[in-house]
């Protein structure tokens, strides 16, 4: 996980972005006790969430159908993300 989703420019980059790595908590299924219920190991899963949050498509705009996302108050949208 280098966390470069879309690199840009022609440059390198010495040290990799981490700002985006999480990690999502979860349950392995090993196996079912005698009441049928999964049980397994805790385990921690680690990703990089960049690409999947901000898509590189945000660069052509933003459109919804509800006109309140959009509003403004000292020149300042009062909705963002």
Same mark, same amino acid.
């Given at each position: 996980?280098?966390?470069?989703? #879309? ?5 390198? %980059? ?8 999480? #990690? ?23 990703? %990089? ?7 590189? #498509? ?24």
């Amino acid at each position: 996980l280098a966390g470069i989703a #879309y690199p840009v420019r022609e440059s390198t %980059y010495p040290a990799p972005n981490r700002t985006l790595v999480g #990690y999502a908590r979860g349950m392995t299924k090993e196996f079912k006790n005698r009441d049928m219920e999964d049980k397994g190991r805790t385990i921690e899963s680690r990703g %990089y969430w960049g690409d999947i949050l901000n898509s590189p #498509y945000h660069a052509f705009g933003t459109s919804a159908e509800e006109p309140s996302l959009f509003k403004v108050s000292n020149r300042q949208h009062l909705k963002n993300s």
